[in-house]
């Protein structure tokens, strides 16, 4: 079997990123997808304090393409 490695970053949605990856005037709804076309994974950071609505998945997985990669951040509690 052969190994697939994928590339992306921490998250999608910086500010400071406008003018610098994204094109300036870009709406931030379209970020995702933007960002989808450059790299295959985003890792998602916000699970690892709380699980996204069932709202919030289906709408990331509806604004990317179907090659593209959400990597959840989690922990596992272990009982003490």
Do not use: Q
Request: aromatic residues 16%.
């Amino acid at each position: 079997m052969a190994a697939r490695c994928f590339v992306g970053t921490s998250g999608w949605h910086y500010a400071h990123w406008c003018g610098l990856f994204y094109p300036g005037g870009l709406a931030r709804d379209k970020w995702l997808i933007f960002y989808a076309r450059h790299v295959d994974t985003v890792k998602i950071i916000t699970s690892f304090h709380r699980l996204p609505s069932a709202e919030t998945v289906s709408a990331r997985k509806s604004n990317r393409p179907c090659n593209f990669r959400f990597a959840v951040k989690a922990v596992a509690m272990l009982p003490t």
